[in-house]
T-cell receptor
Framework: QKEVEQDPGPLSVPEGAIVSLNCTYS??????FMWYRQYSRKGPELLMY??SSGNKEDGRFTAQVDKSSKYISLFIRDSQPSDSATYLC?????????????WGAGTKLIIKP | NAGVTQTPKFQVLKTGQSMTLQCAQD?????MSWYRQDPGMGLRLIHY???????DQGEVPNGYNVSRSTTEDFPLRLLSAAPSQTSVYFC?????????????FGPGTRLTVL
């Protein structure tokens, strides 16, 4: 079993829809949960992160972590064509002295105008 | 700040050739790493460094060498290119003392080995 599982998609939805992107992980020691966004032919960029369990909102984006079920979610409200990208989840534990992120495979999201 | 820069952007090699992918950052980050990204497989760590003079292997190090003589530069060397090394390569850097370990990525190098 991989440490982080993420459906690679592609996920295609119409503009304005609510999008739900998800990851599961196996290591209960993870403390930070990052979402990176990667546009086509570009490097990934940090979109947002949460610490421990709970929700965090940033504009149209909400990140949610449920540590009891080891489940990470990213919700996008009022999705726009500019949200079309690959979204990678990356949980991380500060106890890891190697500073290595564990990456999901990434979900390709397509927002149709 | 230029952030993380990578050269070249594209490269085509023949099997057996060697080359060096360049990576530089101007943010004074201690941590630097090289990833390869293949369809459906996400980012896989090749080598990383936590400071000048210190390097270590990641998940897929075979066929690659690195060195870190300065804080700014972290070149990746392909010793004898193979078709299996056809991929997109990303260099990343981060601050060691960052609580959430945000990694900053370069634009990538697209490598094709024939």
């Amino acid at each position: 079993q991989k440490e982080v599982e993420q459906d690679p998609g592609p996920l295609s939805v119409p503009e304005g829809a609510i999008v739900s992107l998800n990851c599961t992980y196996s290591n209960s020691a993870f403390q930070y949960f990052m979402w990176y966004r990667q546009y086509s032919r570009k490097g990934p960029e940090l979109l947002m992160y949460t610490y421990s369990s709970g929700n965090k909102e940033d504009g149209r984006f909400t990140a949610q972590v449920d540590k009891s079920s080891k489940y990470i979610s990213l919700f996008i409200r009022d999705s726009q064509p500019s949200d079309s990208a690959t979204y990678l989840c990356a949980p991380w534990g500060a106890m890891d002295s190697n500073y290595q992120l564990i990456w999901g495979a990434g979900t390709k999201l397509i927002i149709k105008p | 700040n230029a952030g993380v820069t990578q050269t070249p952007k594209f490269q085509v090699l023949k099997t057996g050739q060697s080359m060096t992918l360049q990576c530089a950052q101007d943010m004074n980050h201690e941590y630097m790493s090289w990833y390869r990204q293949d369809p459906g497989m996400g980012l896989r760590l090749i080598h990383y460094s936590v400071g000048a003079g210190i390097t270590d292997q990641g998940e897929v190090p075979n066929g690659y060498n690195v060195s870190r003589s300065t804080t700014e530069d972290f070149p990746l060397r392909l010793l004898s290119a193979a078709p299996s090394q056809t991929s997109v390569y990303f260099c990343a850097s981060s601050l060691v003392e960052s609580s959430y370990n945000e990694q900053f990525f370069g634009p990538g190098t697209r490598l094709t080995v024939l």
